[in-house]
């Protein structure tokens, strides 16, 4: 028989002419080598397989503490899977038992892109951007970090698959093609899945504006409290902004990237900037008094004396040269967040006064349907009358029907 053929695949090929065999009474066939090595190992691995999850699964609680949110990121473990077989298919490499250890190592790595998309959208909703915005902005500042860290983890591997190693190619092939899926699969499902699950857990900000300005603008619908407080439109909308934190801290954000453009513009001008040294220095010099002899020995007191110090003082205007292209720089990149930050409070400002829009006009076309409403009834109320006072008048007849 010709060579380059794995043992798994000859086993598929003579094992239904094996198990038509007729056998004598009391004797089996048993297959040993390979396919004995898989069925000892494959429950073994099964449980590795388990544990990896659980393990991955209670990690993941405890750095994101949301059942929700670890659960968006482990779909993308069976999002991974199509490409795993797509890439064994790929190279003609049998499912075996280094296929399922790097079946067991792509479980642990897809999750990373989901990590990094997850952790980045918190972190702009945490800056007060609505939840559909920081799902957007997720796949488009990460996709170069995911798919750079991707790529270089399949290309590291592709040397085992062209080895054609029956040992190392299965693995490799695995793991290179279920990652290269996965990267995109993660990218696309990852932000739309954390959209629709938290969309159901937390509101967007606008509509929690038009919520805490319905008591207000009841009060205009209701004549009963109309001379409590009246509200035009203007004066809503200004209101809503001034308690919005989104818009608040959006203001906050563009006044700072201001002041970051004053601080990087500032390494412009000359420098000026002043020191001082101090320094004491001693001449001492040796007097000796000669006091009266007690007995035979001398006595006499020594005394030190004579020291001076100096003060030193200087000023230096100094114009920085060499970093006036890196300082040009940073001040354009400090203006591009500026406007960047800018274009983000004018969104948030027109998100609440189309929410504020949304709410008064409603209320007016409310309050416009309830006086039709009421001129219906009251004109029904009057034929009825005018049909009452005809019945007496004998002018028509009261026909009942049952």
């Known amino acids: 028989m010709d060579g380059g053929h794995y043992a798994s695949e000859l086993l598929d090929a003579v094992r239904p002419r094996i198990e038509a065999l007729p056998l004598p009474p009391g004797y089996r066939i048993a297959y040993g080598g390979d396919k004995d090595n898989t069925d000892e190992t494959m429950p073994e691995m099964m449980t590795a397989l388990g544990i990896s999850l659980v393990a991955i699964f209670i990690t993941l609680l405890i750095q994101f503490r949301r059942v929700s949110e670890v659960l968006i990121v482990m779909s993308s473990i069976p999002l991974a899977m199509p490409g795993a077989v797509l890439g064994l298919i790929i190279t003609r490499n049998p499912f075996g038992f280094t296929a399922f250890m790097g079946l067991i190592s792509l479980c642990g790595i897809v999750v990373r892109n989901a990590i990094i998309l997850v952790d980045y959208i918190n972190e702009r909703m945490r800056e007060g951007h609505p939840l559909e915005q920081a799902a957007?902005?997720?796949?488009?500042?990460?996709?170069?970090?995911?798919?750079?860290?991707?790529?270089?983890?399949?290309?590291?591997?592709?040397?085992?698959?062209?080895?054609?190693?029956?040992?190392?190619?299965?693995?490799?092939?695995?793991?290179?093609?279920?990652?290269?899926?996965?990267?995109?699969?993660?990218?696309?499902?990852?932000?739309?899945?954390?959209?629709?699950?938290?969309?159901?857990?937390?509101?967007?900000?606008?509509?929690?504006?038009?919520?805490?300005?319905?008591?207000?603008?009841?009060?205009?619908?209701?004549?009963?409290?109309?001379?409590?407080?009246?509200?035009?439109?203007?004066?809503?909308?200004?209101?809503?902004?001034?308690?919005?934190?989104?818009?608040?801290?959006?203001?906050?954000?563009?006044?700072?990237?201001?002041?970051?453009?004053?601080?990087?513009?500032?390494?412009?001008?000359?420098?000026?900037?002043?020191?001082?040294?101090?320094?004491?220095?001693?001449?001492?010099?040796?007097?000796?008094?000669?006091?009266?002899?007690?007995?035979?020995?001398?006595?006499?007191?020594?005394?030190?004396?004579?020291?001076?110090?100096?003060?030193?003082?200087?000023?230096?205007?100094s114009q920085p040269l060499t970093q006036l292209i890196k300082i040009n720089e940073a001040t354009g990149i400090a203006k591009s967040d500026q406007r960047v930050a800018e274009a983000d409070a004018k969104k948030a400002e027109d998100d609440v006064t189309l929410a504020v829009h949304q709410l008064y006009y409603g209320l007016l076309v409310a309050q416009k349907q309830k006086g039709a409403a009421a001129a219906g009834f009251e004109a029904a109320q009057q034929n009825l009358r005018e049909t009452e006072n005809a019945v007496m008048a004998r002018n028509l007849l009261e026909v009942s029907r049952t």
């Open 136 to 317: 957007t902005e997720a796949g488009e500042r990460r996709l170069r970090p995911i798919f750079l860290t991707t790529m270089a983890a399949a290309a590291g591997v592709t040397p085992m698959i062209l080895s054609k190693s029956s040992l190392w190619s299965p693995l490799a092939s695995v793991l290179a093609v279920g990652l290269t899926w996965s990267m995109f699969m993660t990218l696309l499902v990852v932000p739309v899945l954390f959209v629709i699950v938290k969309s159901r857990e937390v509101k967007p900000s606008s509509a929690a504006v038009a919520a805490m300005l319905v008591a207000g603008l009841i009060l205009v619908a209701n004549p009963a409290f109309a001379e409590t407080k009246r509200l035009t439109l203007p004066e809503a909308v200004e209101l809503a902004l001034k308690g919005n934190s989104v818009v608040k801290i959006a203001r906050f954000k563009v006044d700072e990237k201001g002041k970051k453009v004053v601080s990087t513009s500032a390494d412009f001008f000359p420098h000026l900037s002043n020191y001082t040294w101090y320094m004491g220095t001693s001449e001492s010099q040796l007097v000796t008094i000669p006091l009266p002899n007690i007995g035979t020995i001398p006595v006499g007191e020594n005394l030190n004396e004579g020291s001076s110090s100096f003060l030193i003082n200087g000023t230096v205007l």
